[in-house]
Structure formats: structure tokens, C-alpha cells
């Protein structure tokens, strides 16, 4: 895959996030990876050490808050920006066109693992179905309406409990952050093959 950034727009690219304000390195981690929609997450390992090149070059100063460091653009980081606006909205587009490709890549190998967890949920819901046959096969007359009802229950019972443990999920998790599109796309795709599979297995 290629490179996320080219060479030389990521601190470029750090410069214009600190024009806000200032920031610790957490900060533009986070803010990096909203940017792509959670498809792309840099590395402290990749962040850190372009700040302190930037730093030594006199761009950003560091500045303590408490126990972390923040990092704010000096006046020559500012006529740094000022001077490469242009370069600038060339990494905007390019992130955009990053974000697109991330985001494909993203939803080829989603199709993928649910081509083979549909033939899974199949293979499931046959072996199953045989069983319950066998077992109303096996009782005497005019029990099996009542194991039906029994399966039925129980199929509403793991709807019900699915149901209630992914929205929990989503919960925890929207407290900390909004929910990206990627995980959105996720859950549709995964939900419609899901379903697909069910349909499927009850009309078979």
C-alpha cells in the first residue's frame, strides 16, 4: 500500500493542526485520525519524533502542562505555513484521496471476511436445522409444533440479547469519541450479510 503521507507533508501537515492552539502529542494523534475517519491512526513512534525536528528547527516550542508537554507553532512556524499555503491544500486533497483508498481497501476485506463467515453462518444453521429434525423426528406425535415454538423463542432470545449487547457497545464507545463512517459501514455491511445469511437458512 502506499504511503499515507509523502515525504515531508506530515510535519507540514502538523504545523497546520497547531495553528489552533496548542497541543500535546495524544491531541494530534486523535486529531490525525479523525481526519481520516479512523482508517488511519499514527504512531507515537511516528508523531514524536517529527516534533522534535520541528522543535529543533525552531517551528513548535514545547510548553509543560502539568504532567504532559504541550506543543505550540512559533512565529517562524507561522511564516513557515504562511509560505507553503499551496503545498498545503495539495496534502488536503491528498488525504482526501487517502481516505477514499483506505476506506475501499477497508470495505474489500469487510466483503471478504463476510463471504466467509455467510458460508460459516450457513454451515451453522444447517448443521442445526438437521439436529432439530432428528430430535422431532425422534418424539413422539404431535410434540414437534412444541419444540418449534421452543427453537423460536430461543432464535428471539439471541436477537434480543445481540441486540442489547452492540448497543451497549456503541454507547461505551460513543462517550469518547463520535462513531466514524468506517465503523458505520462496518456494521452495515455485517448487519445485511448477517441477515442475508439468516434469510437464507429459514427458506432453504
Not at 4 to 27: C, D, I
Amino acid at each position: 500500500m502506499p504511503p499515507v503521507f509523502a515525504h515531508g507533508a506530515l510535519r507540514l501537515y502538523l504545523l497546520a493542526l497547531l495553528e489552533s492552539g496548542p497541543k500535546h502529542g495524544y491531541e494530534l494523534i486523535k486529531a490525525l485520525k479523525d481526519r481520516f475517519g479512523g482508517t488511519y491512526s499514527p504512531s507515537a513512534g511516528t508523531i514524536y519524533p517529527r516534533l522534535g525536528k520541528l522543535e529543533e528547527e525552531g517551528l513548535v516550542a514545547t510548553e509543560s502542562a502539568g504532567r504532559r508537554t504541550n506543543y505550540r507553532i512559533t512565529a517562524a512556524g507561522l511564516a513557515e505555513l504562511d509560505r507553503r499555503r499551496d503545498e498545503l491544500a495539495g496534502v488536503e486533497n491528498d488525504i482526501s484521496a487517502s481516505v477514499r483508498r483506505l476506506a475501499d481497501d477497508l470495505r474489500e476485506d469487510i466483503r471478504s471476511n463476510m463471504r466467509g463467515l455467510r458460508a460459516d453462518l450457513a454451515a451453522t444453521a444447517e448443521a442445526a436445522r438437521a439436529t432439530t429434525l432428528a430430535a422431532d423426528f425422534r418424539l413422539p406425535g404431535g410434540r414437534g409444533p412444541v419444540v418449534g415454538q421452543r427453537s423460536l423463542k430461543e432464535a428471539e432470545m439471541m436477537l434480543q440479547e445481540f441486540r442489547d449487547d452492540v448497543r451497549t457497545e456503541l454507547r461505551l464507545a460513543a462517550r469518547t469519541q463520535p462513531l466514524s463512517p468506517v465503523t458505520l459501514e462496518t456494521m452495515r455491511t455485517v448487519l445485511e450479510q448477517a441477515r442475508i445469511a439468516i434469510r437464507n437458512s429459514l427458506h432453504s
